[in-house]
C-alpha cells in the first residue's frame, strides 16, 4: 500500500502528534508499504525531498507564540504534482492547519481517499486567541471549533480518535464520518528500563544537581496553561512544608516557562522544581530512566503519550483523573490520582514511605499494563482502517458510476421516445 502522511509537525520537532507520525511511517515502512511524510519546514523556497525521497517538506514560517511549530500556506502547486508522482493509494491527515488543508485539497484533486487522526482537543487552547478574556469571546471561539471540527472530519471517509474521550468529543461534535479509536502505540523497547544504566542516569542527575539517591519526580511536556503545572509546583510547596524530600524535573518548553520558573522560585522551591528546557526526542528514554514517577495535572489530552511513556519506563504515575487514562493508570497499581494541590501532596508523601519491594511491584504492573499500547498494535489497527477506507472509497465510486450510467440510459431513451413522437 502506498500511503501519504500529511502533517503540520515532525520531528526534529517534539511533542505527540510529531511523534504518533514518525512511528506510523517507520511501522508502515518495516512492514513493507510505501509511506511518504508531508510536513512543513521554517524557510522559503518550493518543496524539498530528503535523501531517502520519502519526507517532502514545504516552506513555511515559525510560530514562536505558539511553541515553535511552523505554519505553511494551503496551496502548493509544484508539491501537488510531487504528490501525484506518489501514485498513493491513500493521505492520511495528521494536523487541521496548513499541511492538514493541502491533505484535503490533495485528496479531493487527485481522488484519493481520505482519513484524518483528530489528535488535538482545540477547544482547551481558545485562550490563546482569547487575548480579551472574554468569556463570550471564548465560548464562540468553542463553537467555531466544533463546527470547523465537523467540517473538516465529514470530508474525511475514517476519522481515527486516539481515545474514547475523543470519540465522545467528535460525536458531540455531530461529526457524521465513521470515527474509529486508535490509541498511539509506542516502540516500547525504546523506553525498556532495561536499557537504562546507573552510568547514565547519574549523569542526568547530576547535570541538574540531583543526587543519586533524591526521590525524583518527572514531568514531560509543553509548558503551557494547559497542562496545569503550577497546581504540581504549588503540590510540591504543600509537600515539602510537610517534611517531604522528592524533586520535580520538568522537561520541555513553552509560553509559561518564565511565568512558572517565577513561581517556583517565589515559593521558595529553588533547587527543588527544577527547568531542564526542551530535550532531544532521543534523549527522552534516559531522562524516564533517571526519574521514579511521573506527574502530570492536564485534562487537555486526547490520549497522554508521555504518561504511556512513564509507564512503558516503569514509572508509577501521578495524575488528576480524566478518561484517556482509564485503562493506564490503576489506583494503587500504576499510580495515584489527585484532584487538587494538597491532595497531590498527600499521594507524594505516600510515595515517600514505599518500600523497594512494593516500588518494584508497581514498576512490573506499569509495564504490563502498557503492553497494549505497542506500535505493532497501532499499525494493524492503522491499516485495518485503512483498508475500510478504500474499501468504501471503492463502493462509492461504483455506485456513482452506476448513477452515471443510469442517467444516460434515461437521457438515452427519452431522447428515443422524443424522437419517436
Request: charged letters at 25%; hydrophobic letters at 40%; one cysteine or more.
Amino acid at each position: 500500500m502506498r500511503v501519504g502522511l500529511f502533517t503540520d509537525t515532525f520531528p526534529p520537532d517534539v511533542n505527540g502528534v510529531a511523534n504518533s507520525t514518525r512511528i506510523l511511517y517507520e511501522e508502515l515502512r518495516k512492514n513493507g508499504h510505501e509511506a511518504f511524510v508531508v510536513a512543513p519546514y521554517s524557510g522559503v523556497g518550493g518543496a524539498k525531498w530528503d535523501e531517502t525521497h520519502t519526507i517532502m517538506r514545504l516552506a513555511g514560517v515559525t510560530l514562536k507564540q505558539l511553541y515553535g511549530y511552523t505554519m505553511t500556506s494551503p496551496i502548493h502547486i509544484f508539491a501537488m504534482n510531487e504528490v501525484k508522482k506518489m501514485n498513493l493509494d491513500i493521505i492520511h491527515d495528521q494536523t487541521e492547519f496548513g499541511v492538514g488543508i493541502f491533505a484535503h485539497i490533495c485528496a479531493k484533486q487527485l481522488g484519493i481517499p481520505l482519513v484524518s487522526t483528530y489528535h488535538t482537543t482545540y477547544e482547551d487552547y481558545t485562550h490563546y486567541v482569547n487575548l480579551l478574556n472574554s468569556d463570550k469571546f471564548d465560548d464562540e471561539a468553542k463553537k467555531a471549533v466544533a463546527y470547523m471540527t465537523r467540517v473538516y472530519g465529514d470530508a474525511c471517509l475514517e476519522v481515527i480518535a486516539p481515545s474514547i474521550k475523543t470519540k465522545d468529543l467528535l460525536e458531540r461534535y455531530h461529526v457524521h464520518a465513521d470515527i474509529r479509536i486508535v490509541p498511539t502505540g509506542l516502540q516500547l523497547d525504546e523506553f525498556d528500563p532495561i536499557r537504562g544504566t546507573a552510568e547514565k542516569k547519574h549523569e542526568i542527575r547530576s547535570r541538574y544537581g540531583i543526587a543519586d539517591d533524591d526521590n525524583l519526580i518527572i514531568y514531560v511536556g509543553r509548558i503551557a496553561e494547559e497542562k496545569s503545572l503550577d497546581l504540581v509546583i504549588r503540590g510540591f510547596k504543600s509537600a515539602h512544608d510537610k517534611g517531604c524530600r522528592s524533586k520535580l524535573l520538568i522537561v520541555g518548553g513553552g509560553p509559561d516557562q518564565t511565568k512558572l520558573e517565577n513561581l517556583a522560585s517565589s515559593l521558595g522551591l529553588n533547587g527543588i522544581v527544577i527547568f531542564a528546557g526542551k530535550r532531544p526526542s532521543e534523549e527522552m528514554p534516559d531522562y524516564y530512566h533517571s526519574a521514579d514517577a511521573f506527574v502530570s495535572a492536564s485534562l487537555s489530552e486526547t490520549q497522554g503519550m508521555t504518561f504511556i511513556e512513564a509507564m512503558a519506563s516503569g514509572l508509577p504515575l501521578f495524575a488528576r483523573y480524566d478518561r484517556v487514562l482509564d485503562d493506564i493508570l490503576i489506583p494503587d497499581s500504576t499510580g495515584w490520582f489527585f484532584e487538587q494541590e494538597d491532595d497531590f501532596a498527600d499521594k507524594l508523601m505516600h510515595f515517600e514511605k514505599i518500600g523497594p519491594n512494593v516500588h518494584q511491584k508497581i514498576k512490573q504492573n506499569c509495564l504490563e499494563q502498557v503492553h497494549p499500547y505497542s506500535s505493532e498494535v497501532f499499525y494493524d489497527r492503522a491499516i485495518q482502517v485503512y483498508k475500510d477506507a478504500l474499501h468504501l472509497y471503492q463502493n462509492m465510486q461504483i455506485i456513482d458510476d452506476a448513477v452515471a450510467i443510469y442517467n444516460e440510459m434515461t437521457t438515452f431513451a427519452d431522447a428515443g421516445i422524443a424522437a419517436g413522437a
